[in-house]
């Protein structure tokens, strides 16, 4: 199962982590970092996986795909930026992870623009009748 493998990456480079702390703290963080490039790049297929998956719901359910589109990249982007604060913020970096999150929470909402002016237009429209 890959939630095991992932698992065990996680709980491996925590124990490096913890270990190269101790002898070279200087080398600490890019373990962690390394670690959690290695857990990304094996979730990758199962993302591609949800991503096929989704395509079909909103082929068989007739939903505009733009608007999909829109938010699973606002997702993508709460979900990398999260990520990055987060090892921001496990390498004492707050200020640093602060601005990480920021960005991210900028990125989604300019990418939602065009569906805010969507929803501004049907209701404009529907106030004037």
Partial sequence: MDILKI?????????????????????APLVALG???VTLIALTEKLLDLSDGV???ISLAGI???????????????????F????????????????????GRIGAVALAVPM????????IGLING
């Avoid at 065990?8 to 070279?24: C, E, M, S, V």
């Avoid at 505009?64 to 982007?77: P, Q, R, T, Y």
């Avoid at 805010?116 to 209701?123: E, G, P, R, T």
């Fill in 55 to 57: 395509g079909e719901m």
């Fill in 116 to 123: 805010l002016k969507a929803v501004a237009q049907l209701a």
């Fill in 35 to 37: 670690g959690a490039a």
């Fill in 7 to 27: 698992t065990f990456i996680g709980i491996l480079t925590a124990l490096l982590y913890a270990l190269i702390r101790q002898i070279k703290p200087e080398f």
């Fill in 64 to 82: 505009d795909k733009e608007n999909v589109s829109i938010l699973l990249k606002a997702l993508a982007i709460c979900v990398v930026t999260q």
């Fill in 84 to 103: 990055a604060a987060d090892i921001c913020y496990d390498n004492s970096c707050s200020s640093v992870a602060g601005a990480v999150e920021l960005a």
